[in-house]
C-alpha cells in the first residue's frame, strides 16, 4: 500500500480515519499526530495574538517571503509516494507550486495531490479521491456514507425548527467573517448567515458591518485556535462601546468554538454541525460528550 505525507491537517485527519495511520510518515506542525514533521511555520498560533499574527503574515506577503518550510531533507528520508497538499490558503498551509519546486531535487519524487473543497459537500469528494490515491477506495466510501447518515440525523433532529440569525467569525483582530464551507455547516444547522462567503474565501469586514447585522447568535472561531485561546481574545471585541447594544450579547448567545472543527475540511466538519446544531436549537439537538469541551459561552 502507498506511503503519504501530509502537508495539511485535513488530509493527516482523512487518513487517519481511514485506518491508514501507518501508511502515513509525515504531518504538519499543525497536525495532531506524533507521526515526523515535515512542514514547519513562523507562526505560533499559541503563543502568538490574532493581531500579532495578521501583522507578520502581512509582513511576510508585502516582503513576498514564506510563512512555511519544508523539511526537504526529512522529506528524503521518509520517501513517501504520496503528498497531499492545498492551494486554499497560504497562510497556515503550504501551496502545492511551492511544494513541487521543493521536491525537484527528491531521488524519489512524490505524486502531489491538492484538495480545494470550497462547500461541505466537496470535502466528501476529497475523502474519496484521497481514499482512492491511497488504494482504499471502499473504505472511503464507508466513511463517506458514515458522515452523509449523521447529516441525515442531525437533519431529522432539527426538522422544521426556525433558523437562527447568525454571524461566525474566523478572526478576531481584525474581524474575518466565515467563508468557504462554513456557511453551509451553518446552514445544515438551521442557521442563515448573511454577511458569509459562501464557498469563497472569508475577508475582512469592520465592525459597522457586523453592528449593523446584529445577529441573534455570535460564534467566533478564529483559524489555528481552541475555545481558552479565542476567550483571552475576545477583550478586544468586548471593548468596543457597542459591544452590549448586539442581539446576541443581549441575548447570551456568544460563544467561542474550537476552529478545528470548522477549518479542517474532514469527518470533522460534521462533529461541527453537530455543535452549531446544539448552540443554536440546544432543545433539539443533545450535544456529545465527547464535544463537551468544543466551546465556551461569552460572558
Not at 481511514?18 to 501508511?23: A, M, R, S, T, Y
Not at 444547522?189 to 453592528?211: A, C, F, V, Y
Amino acid at each position: 500500500m502507498l506511503k503519504a505525507c501530509s502537508f495539511l491537517p485535513a488530509a493527516t485527519k482523512i487518513i487517519k480515519d481511514l485506518g491508514l495511520n501507518d501508511n502515513l510518515l509525515g504531518v504538519t506542525f499543525e497536525c495532531d499526530s506524533d507521526k515526523p514533521v515535515v512542514l514547519k511555520s513562523v507562526i505560533d498560533s499559541h503563543r502568538l495574538s490574532s493581531k500579532e499574527i495578521d501583522k507578520i503574515v502581512k509582513e511576510a506577503h508585502h516582503g513576498n517571503t514564506g510563512l512555511n518550510t519544508i523539511e526537504v531533507s526529512l522529506l528524503e528520508e521518509l520517501s513517501p509516494d504520496v503528498v497531499f497538499t492545498q492551494d486554499l490558503c497560504d497562510v497556515c498551509q503550504i501551496d502545492s507550486e511551492t511544494v513541487a519546486k521543493s521536491l525537484v531535487g527528491l531521488k524519489n519524487r512524490p505524486k502531489i495531490i491538492s484538495l480545494n473543497p470550497k462547500s461541505f459537500y466537496d470535502v466528501l469528494d476529497d475523502i474519496d479521491l484521497v481514499a482512492k490515491e491511497l488504494g482504499v477506495p471502499e473504505r472511503g466510501n464507508i466513511l463517506r456514507e458514515d458522515i452523509s447518515e449523521r447529516l441525515k440525523k442531525n437533519r431529522a433532529r432539527l426538522g422544521n425548527a426556525p433558523v437562527r440569525k447568525v454571524a461566525f467569525i474566523e478572526w478576531i483582530d481584525p474581524l474575518f467573517n466565515a467563508g468557504h464551507w462554513i456557511p453551509d455547516q451553518i446552514r445544515e444547522s438551521n442557521g442563515i448567515d448573511e454577511i458569509s462567503n459562501t464557498n469563497l474565501p472569508s475577508m475582512g469586514i469592520t465592525w459597522e458591518t457586523l453592528e449593523e447585522y446584529n445577529p441573534d447568535v455570535l460564534v467566533f472561531s478564529p483559524c489555528g485556535f481552541g475555545p481558552d485561546k479565542a476567550l483571552e481574545e475576545m477583550k478586544v471585541v468586548q471593548e468596543k462601546p457597542e459591544w452590549k447594544t448586539l442581539q446576541a450579547v443581549v441575548n447570551n448567545e456568544v460563544y467561542v468554538v474550537d476552529s478545528k472543527y470548522f477549518t479542517q475540511p474532514s469527518s470533522l466538519l460534521i462533529d461541527g454541525i453537530e455543535i452549531l446544531s446544539h448552540l443554536f436549537h440546544p432543545e433539539l439537538v443533545p450535544l456529545k460528550p465527547s464535544l463537551s469541551a468544543s466551546f465556551k459561552r461569552v460572558v
